[in-house]
C-alpha cells in the first residue's frame, strides 16, 4: 500500500554523464516491486520546483534506490543532493511488471534511463533462477548506465548508435534475430523506441509489456494529468493503470 | 474551541475542505488521513455525460505553480451517484458535488439527478473551467447569465446552491452580486487563471490545448485580494480557493473575510496537506481561545 514518509538520502553515486543512483535510509518503506515508482522531492525544494518528480524504484526495500538523468531543475537537484538531506518519497505506486509466462524466457529491452525498473526486474529474474536477455540501447557509450550490474546478472547485448560500443544502430535489430515462440519482451525507454519494440512484437505476436511515461503531478490516479491513448479509442492514466502495460494495449501512433 | 462553520443553510464540521479537481473523488485519500474529518470534499468536475478529457499534454509546471488542461475528463454524473457516492457515505465523508455543462438545461439535469441522492451538502457551480470549448469561463464572465443559471438550478433542487468565481470575469464582485442576488447561498472563488508555457525545443505550447489554468502558491496573492474585495462586497459567504498550502495561507483567507477555504494544489505535493491545515487552524484556535467562525474577516477594514 502506497505510503507517504519522508526520508534522508543516504548516499548519491554519479555513475557517468549525468547519471546518478540515489539511495535512501527508509526502514519504514512499504514493499516496492519491479515497475512499480515513486513521486519525489526533496523537503529544502519550497515551493519551487513544485510538483514531486516521478521515478522508478531501481531496488526496493528499506534503502530503496533511484537512477536519475539530469533532464531539468528537479533532476538537477537531486544530481547535487547531499547524504542526509530530506526526501518526500511517495510510493510505491501504479502497476508492477506482470509475472512471466511460465517457461518463456524474457527479453528485457532498455533505452538510457528507462533501464532502472528492467534492472529491478531482472534481479526479481535472477531470484527465480531465470536467467533474462537485455538487450540495452544508448546513443553513445555514455548513455548505457548499470549496464556493468546488468551484465552480472543477464545475458547483455548492448547496441549505440554511434557505434562507440557494441553492435552500431538500434536495440530493433538485434531484437528481430531474437524473437520466436518462446520469447517475451519488457520494455522501457524512450517512447519512439518502445513503439518500435511493440510494434515489431506485435507482427511477430509476441507479447510484449511496456513501462509508460508521461508528465505527472499526483502520481496516483486524481490529477488526470497523465492519460495516454488506448487502441480502444479510451484513455489509461499512466499513473494507476501503468506505467506497465500491455504494449498491445496502447496506441503508439497517437499524438502525445 | 469550536471549529464548525455556518455556510448559509448548511453546517460544516470545520473550514477545511478540498478543491474541485485536485481530489479525485475523494476516496483515493483515504490510504493517507480520515477524509471524512475534513469539512468538505468538492468532486472532480460532474457533467451529464462521461468526458473524455483533453488530448495529452495536460499539465505543465510553472515557477510555484501548475499549469493544467484536463478538459473535465470525469465518469459523469450517473457513475458518481452509483459507484462513488455510496462508498463516500459509507465512510462518513461529507460531499459538494462540483458540476459543470455548457447550457443551463444541462446544468438542471445534473441538479436534478443529484437531487434523487440524499448526502450531498451542496452543489458547487463551475461557470469558471478555463480548459472546455463551451460554457465554462463564457458563463462566468456574464452576470446576468450567471443569475439565470443560479436560479435555474435553485428550482431544480433544494441542495443548496454555491457558484465558483473565474477571476478572468471583467467584474467578478458584479458576477457575485448576481448570484446572491439570484439565491446562491455561498460564493467560492477563485477557479484558475488562464496562463501557457512554450516548448523552447520545440517551439509549441507546451500543453495540446495550448493554454490552461494557472494554479499553485504563485497564484495566492491574486486569490487572496479578489477574496477581501468580495467579502466587503456580498452578503454570503465565500469559500476561497487559491494557492492554499499550510495553516498560514487558510488564516489569511480567513482573516480576509472567507468563511471557509479549499485546498487544492497542495494535495499534489502533500496528500496530507489538507489534514495538516485542518489540524493546523484548531491548533492556532486553542492558542488564541477563538472558535473557528470568530477568525472569519479579521483583517477587513470595515472590522477594525
Ligand atoms: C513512471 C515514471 C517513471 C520514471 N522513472 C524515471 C527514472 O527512473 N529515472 C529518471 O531519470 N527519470 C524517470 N522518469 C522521468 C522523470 O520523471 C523526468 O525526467 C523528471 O520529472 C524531469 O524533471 P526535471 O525537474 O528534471 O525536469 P523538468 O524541468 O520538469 O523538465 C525539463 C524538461 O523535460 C521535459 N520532461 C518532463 N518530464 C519528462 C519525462 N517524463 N520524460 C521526458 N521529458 C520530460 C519537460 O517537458 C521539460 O521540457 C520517470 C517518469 C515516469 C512518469
Ligand atoms: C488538475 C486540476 C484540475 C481541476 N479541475 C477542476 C474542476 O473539475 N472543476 C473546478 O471547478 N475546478 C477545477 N480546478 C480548479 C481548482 O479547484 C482550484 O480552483 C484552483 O486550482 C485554484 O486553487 P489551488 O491554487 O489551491 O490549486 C482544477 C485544478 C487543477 C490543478
Ligand atoms: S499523475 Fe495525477 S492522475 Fe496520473
Redesign the pocket.
Known sequence: MKKLITAPLLDREEIGAGYHVLTFDAPDSPAAAPGQFLMMRATSWGDAPLLPRPMSYLSGGDKPQVLIKVIGEGTARMATAQPGEEYSLLGPLGKTWPESTLGKTPILVAGGVGVAPLVFLARRFQAQGVQPVVLYGGRTDQDLPLSDLLDSIADLHVTTEDGSRGDKGRVTGPLMSMLNDSVEIFTCGPDRMMAAVATIAQERQVPCQASLEAPM?CGFGV???CPVMKTSGEYLYTCVDGPCVNAADIDWNADQ | MKQSITIGSAELSNPVLT????FGYGLEFQEFFDVGRLGAI?T??LSLEPRLGNRPTR?AETPAG?L?A?G?ANVGVEAFCTEKLPKLQDQGVTVVA?I?ASTTKDFVAIAERLARESGVLAL?L?V??PNVSEGGIEFGKNPNMCAELTAATKAATDTPIWV?MSPEAPSIIAVAQACEDAGAEAITA???IRGMRIDIAKRQPVLARGMG?F??PS?KPV?LRIVYELAASIGIPIIA????STTEDALEFLFAGASAI?????SFIDPLAAHHVRVGIENYCEAHQLNASDLIGLAQAAKK
Open positions: 503531478a490529477c488526470l494529468g | 478543491a474541485s479537481g485536485t468538492c472532480k468536475g499539465i501548475m493544467n484536463i473535465l462540483n459543470f458547487e463551475n469558471s473551467c465558483k477563485i477557479n484558475t489554468g494554479s499553485g497564484l486569490a480557493i487559491g494557492g492554499i479549499q485546498v487544492g494544489t497542495a
